[in-house]
């Protein structure tokens, strides 16, 4: 539905409530009520006006987000974008969102690196919590160092928002060859996340060569590895595959999906993929 009709539905839906009432208070009680109404709701009115001023001033506010959004004209809703962020420092988390979202489909990852810089002097708190976010398109540009270097920053604060953190850590270090870390990381992360398809890319990326990397027996290795799949199969493939689908809404998941697609055949399909390693890994 467009915006415009969306508004005015709004606010002929507020205005007919209050006047509904107003009228039939006229009419039922006489003139000497409206006095009396006003003296005696004033909260009931003070509340409508403030719903109703504060929802047309959202809608205007943020008109030109609103508006690009809905006509998903992606270029032009990220130049708004860099104009609210870079050059007003409207650094809200909602605009450094959108706009992380953004870049990472059309590819700009120069606009990233920029946004991330203005974040770390502005807003440091915005860097963790769109470090997964961030970590998406350090791997989708292919800087695997980049990659590294950044979780590594971000596993060394505090507090994670998320438990792909956790994941992008240890497959940063997959990426640049550093199996024994990457598997050490994978294990630690199967012992601490609860998040479904994290667990699963770590089992999947285990047991495709990476528990070589680390010293316990291939027995125990196996054995290991069938106790995680048990457990991740006590769900369907249908049930994976609708939950994945959800998931792939967020950006830093959507990345991953031939990885989850991947993993899943593994899963189920066990016995068409048994010695099958990934590039990553071999």
């Given at each position: 539905?467009?915006?415009?009709?969306?508004?005015?539905?709004?606010?002929?839906?507020?205005?007919?409530?209050?006047?509904?009432?107003?009228?039939?208070?006229?009419?039922?009680?006489?003139?000497?009520?409206?006095?009396?109404?006003?003296k005696n709701y004033w909260?009931?009115?003070?509340?409508?006006?403030?719903?109703?001023?504060?929802?047309?001033?959202?809608?205007?506010?943020?008109?030109?987000?609103?508006?690009?959004?809905?006509?998903?004209?992606?270029?032009?809703?990220?130049?708004?974008?860099?104009?609210?962020i870079f050059e007003k420092?409207?650094?809200?988390?909602?605009?450094?969102?959108?706009?992380?979202?953004?870049?990472?489909?059309?590819?700009?990852?120069?606009?990233?690196?920029?946004?991330?810089?203005?974040?770390?002097?502005?807003?440091?708190?915005?860097?963790?919590?769109?470090?997964?976010?961030?970590?998406?398109?350090?791997?989708?540009?292919?800087?695997?160092?980049?990659?590294?270097?950044?979780?590594?920053?971000?596993?060394?604060?505090?507090?994670?928002?998320?438990?792909?953190?956790?994941?992008?850590?240890?497959?940063?270090?997959?990426?640049?060859?550093?199996?024994?870390?990457?598997?050490?990381?994978?294990?630690?992360?199967?012992?601490?996340?609860?998040?479904?398809?994290?667990?699963?890319?770590?089992?999947?990326?285990?047991?495709?060569?990476?528990?070589?990397?680390?010293?316990?027996?291939?027995?125990?290795?196996?054995?290991?590895?069938?106790?995680?799949?048990?457990?991740?199969?006590?769900?369907?493939?249908?049930?994976?595959?609708?939950?994945?689908?959800?998931?792939?809404?967020?950006?830093?998941?959507?990345?991953?999906?031939?990885?989850?697609?991947?993993?899943?055949?593994?899963?189920?399909?066990?016995?068409?993929?048994?010695?099958?390693?990934?590039?990553?890994?071999?």
């Amino acid at each position: 539905m467009k915006l415009k009709v969306l508004i005015i539905i709004f606010n002929a839906v507020l205005l007919t409530i209050f006047f509904t009432v107003l009228s039939f208070s006229f009419f039922t009680a006489g003139t000497e009520f409206i006095g009396s109404f006003f003296k005696n709701y004033w909260i009931f009115v003070l509340f409508f006006m403030i719903l109703f001023l504060g929802m047309n001033i959202f809608f205007i506010s943020n008109w030109k987000l609103i508006t690009t959004l809905e006509a998903e004209d992606w270029p032009a809703l990220s130049l708004y974008l860099e104009t609210e962020i870079f050059e007003k420092h409207h650094l809200t988390a909602k605009k450094v969102r959108i706009l992380c979202e953004i870049s990472i489909l059309l590819g700009d990852f120069e606009i990233l690196k920029r946004l991330e810089r203005v974040l770390e002097e502005y807003k440091p708190e915005y860097i963790r919590t769109f470090a997964s976010r961030f970590a998406a398109a350090k791997l989708l540009s292919n800087d695997y160092q980049g990659l590294a270097d950044f979780m590594t920053r971000i596993a060394e604060q505090p507090h994670k928002t998320s438990p792909w953190i956790s994941f992008y850590e240890a497959f940063s270090a997959q990426m640049l060859k550093r199996y024994r870390e990457a598997a050490e990381k994978f294990s630690h992360l199967l012992e601490t996340e609860q998040e479904p398809f994290v667990r699963l890319l770590g089992v999947y990326f285990m047991a495709c060569g990476l528990y070589h990397y680390i010293d316990v027996h291939k027995d125990e290795a196996d054995k290991r590895i069938e106790e995680e799949k048990r457990k991740l199969k006590k769900h369907s493939l249908q049930y994976w595959k609708k939950h994945a689908q959800k998931e792939k809404q967020n950006i830093h998941v959507l990345v991953l999906t031939k990885a989850i697609d991947d993993a899943l055949i593994w899963l189920f399909k066990e016995d068409e993929l048994s010695g099958q390693t990934p590039q990553t890994v071999s």
